[in-house]
């Protein structure tokens, strides 16, 4: 019973960085209809940012408190990786915006690729560490040990969500993407701005990624490729939940911790975890492609 | 963009071209046979004067074109986008070389192994033509992005599956092939892809396949049987993908899970898309161009793996056709098929002038 609920807290934390990831993929297919295939990648360069960052300002010179790093490095972290979403979404997928969806696809798939392979050459291959913001501390409650990177991880997270479905459902903002999401060539006519509304989602995709990013540094290692793995995850997660529903993206997020968490419980080696979330993401479209809060699409003739 | 200009050539070209239009077809149709058993005659004796290195990027560009082709004909001819063709290709990689490495040992025929492997290529071909229907069966309910997300899924499984069986390596990958694999035996089964594809094509299967790109619905009206030609269409590509692979194995001589993962299958899409789509001839060149131009930039060391990335966004923001999309090389047309496109064409050009002839007076023509 103790192993489980401490099972749980891991799927949880695991399942929060899912989540944030997958709401960028879900906010972007929601607005324009592109699976972003470089979100894994994007999601990389910025726990990079956040590496170099969060090392620059914990170094001994400049005595922050570890809470105050840790905030200015998300900011940071968010920020750059907005700004590179965004000149992302500028040079690479508006030129194509009316070209047959397939080339915007591929051009993500390129895009992803490039960031991959230009990190490697760039900064190189060995896997790095944040530094330590916080000095880890286990607590333990009924038998149930946890500690404050993985309460802080969990909560940060659920606030972030918190707040992005705040600004999506409550604010003009929010209302513009829906609007754009519902129909691209209405919504100017009602004085919308449909390509600053475009940026500003894929620049709030990016920096929850970001968010996700710094806290997924804290715990695992970084390295170049760690954007395919987790994007993949991610983006599973945006689809099981129901891809262009924010609130499928958190849900499924979460169903995919689990998956993870509990593969190596109930089948002999964690190595299966692939198989087994790669395969429940083909029944799931199979059966029901539209996710499990999403709704059908009806194809007009 | 401005075609680059051979026009220098013309004055030596003009005459050879109407000489040789000049000689009667029962001439001519013999062209393309000598000219193919003339290459492979080329290829058997390539090893005499050809290094080694040489060698294996021309098998490498061989194995390119069959896998490019073939799953042109999915993204290209069918207008689906399939980017798992690397789990085909893995699957006859691996049956393939099981079949060299233990099965046929195991009979004692291992003398004869060099003329068992194309039955070895075959029997992996059929077994990732079978696996294709695990993409052609959800492709009936889903459509563009989602069938995306399955074929993606599909390699995932294939290469996570091929991790976990412990006995074929797991991880660690499968070695012990002997190199069977020649620049004559690609040749020759290059030839075969690109021919069968061809007349695949423009069978009236083939018009099938272009209307489901056109318009699936519209398509199943005119009694097009869209079920039977998306398996069919999967089922091909899927084989061939698993000859490719075939080869592959018995070239490298160690396969492990990794070598086909989601990478290689955005290489084949790089080399599709860079050769264009629905074109057996772009795809030939789509290939060739790609190998050969990594292989120019091996000096760069990792950043060679940074310039196909970014070849492949410029090409789909400023040339999304591709060298030669949904245009082909004449000798790759049937014969009736070229003559119809040949008439379809001067009628067009008459039309066009008598347009201009009857807007003459007014000067001047925005062509």
Redesign the interface.
């Known amino acids: 019973m103790q192993t489980l609920i401490q099972q749980v807290l891991n799927a949880l934390q695991l399942g929060s960085v899912y989540a944030l990831i997958a709401l960028g993929y879900t906010m972007v297919y929601g607005i324009i209809?592109l699976?972003n295939f470089a979100h894994g990648d994007i999601f990389m360069v910025s726990t990079y940012v956040a590496f170099f960052i969060g090392t620059a300002l914990m170094s001994h010179a400049l005595r922050l408190p570890g809470i105050v790093a840790f905030g200015l490095t998300m900011a940071a972290a968010m920020m750059v990786t907005a700004l590179l979403a965004v000149l992302i979404e500028r040079f690479?997928y508006k030129?194509?915006r009316q070209?047959?969806?397939?080339?915007?696809?591929?051009?993500a798939?390129?895009?992803?690729?490039?960031l991959e392979?230009?990190t490697?050459?760039t900064i190189g291959p060995d896997p790095r560490f944040l530094p330590r913001f916080f000095s880890v501390q286990t607590f333990t409650v009924g038998g149930v040990a946890f500690s404050n990177i993985q309460i802080i991880i969990i909560a940060v997270s659920a606030a972030v969500m918190l707040l992005l479905d705040t600004i999506v459902r409550r604010t003009m903002v929010g209302m513009a993407m829906r609007a754009v999401s519902w129909d691209k060539s209405t919504a100017p006519l009602m004085g919308v701005p449909v390509d600053s509304i475009i940026s500003i989602t894929f620049a709030i995709g990016a920096s929850i990624a970001a968010v996700g990013g710094t806290l997924f540094g804290m715990v695992y290692t970084v390295d170049p490729y760690m954007g395919?793995r987790i994007g993949?995850w991610a983006f599973?997660s945006a689809?099981v939940g129901g891809?262009g529903n924010i609130r499928g993206a958190m849900v499924g997020g979460y169903i995919l911790g689990f998956v993870e968490i509990f593969t190596p419980v109930i089948l002999p080696?964690s190595?299966?975890r692939?198989?087994v979330a790669?395969?429940m993401?083909?029944l799931l479209?199979?059966f029901r492609?539209y996710g499990i809060l999403g709704r059908p699409v009806a194809?007009k003739? | 963009m401005k075609r680059p200009s051979f026009s220098f050539l013309t004055p030596v070209l003009t005459p050879v071209r109407v000489a040789y239009a000049s000689l009667p077809f029962s001439v001519r149709r013999w062209t393309m046979p000598i000219l193919l058993v003339l290459f492979f005659v080329v290829a058997l004796l390539s090893p005499s004067f050809i290094n080694l290195y040489w060698q294996q990027v021309l098998i490498y560009v061989g194995i390119n074109i069959i896998l490019t082709a073939s799953l042109n004909l999915v993204?290209g001819y069918m207008g689906e986008?399939s980017?798992g063709h690397a789990g085909f290709m893995a699957v006859g990689a691996y049956v393939a070389s099981i079949l060299t490495v233990w099965v046929f040992p195991r009979w004692g025929l291992e003398a004869y192994i060099a003329y068992l492997f194309p039955i070895a290529l075959l029997v992996g071909g059929l077994a990732a033509g079978l696996t294709g229907l695990v993409i052609a069966?959800?492709s009936f309910?889903?459509r563009?992005?989602?069938l995306?997300?399955?074929t993606l899924?599909?390699n995932?499984?294939v290469?996570?599956?091929l991790?976990?069986i412990d006995a074929i390596g797991g991880?660690r990958g499968f070695m012990g092939m002997q190199k069977l694999t020649s620049v004559a035996w690609v040749y020759v089964w290059v030839v075969f892809t690109i021919y069968l594809l061809r007349n695949l094509v423009y069978s009236n299967f083939g018009r099938g396949t272009l209307s489901i790109r056109e318009d699936e619905?519209a398509s199943s009206l005119v009694s097009v049987d869209t079920r039977k030609v998306k398996i069919t269409v999967f089922v091909v590509a899927a084989f061939f993908a698993g000859i490719a692979g075939g080869l592959f194995a018995h070239i490298i001589q160690f396969i492990n899970p990794r070598s086909f993962s989601?990478?290689k299958s955005?290489d084949v899409?790089?080399m599709v898309?860079l050769g264009g789509i629905s074109s057996l001839g772009g795809s030939i060149l789509g290939a060739t161009v790609y190998t050969v131009l990594l292989e120019l930039l091996r000096p760069l060391q990792?950043?060679r793996?940074?310039v196909?990335?970014?070849l492949?966004?410029l090409l789909?923001?400023f040339r999304?056709r591709g060298i030669m999309g949904m245009q082909e090389w004449p000798f790759l047309i049937p014969r009736e098929e070229r003559a119809e496109r040949v008439a379809a064409l001067m009628e067009r050009i008459r039309g066009r002038r008598e347009a201009f002839a009857a807007t003459a007076p007014v000067g001047g023509s925005s062509d």
Do not use: C, H
């Open positions: 209809r699976i690479a030129p194509l070209a047959p969806r397939v080339s915007a696809v591929i051009t798939l390129g895009v992803g690729l490039f392979n230009f490697l050459a395919i993949w599973i689809v891809i080696a190595t299966y692939d198989f790669f395969s993401l083909l479209l199979i492609p194809q003739v | 993204n986008f980017v069966f959800p309910r889903t563009g992005d989602y995306a997300i399955v899924a599909w995932m499984i290469k996570s599956v991790e976990n991880p619905i989601i990478l955005t899409l790089v898309y990792v950043w793996w940074v196909g990335p970014l492949l966004v789909m923001i999304p």
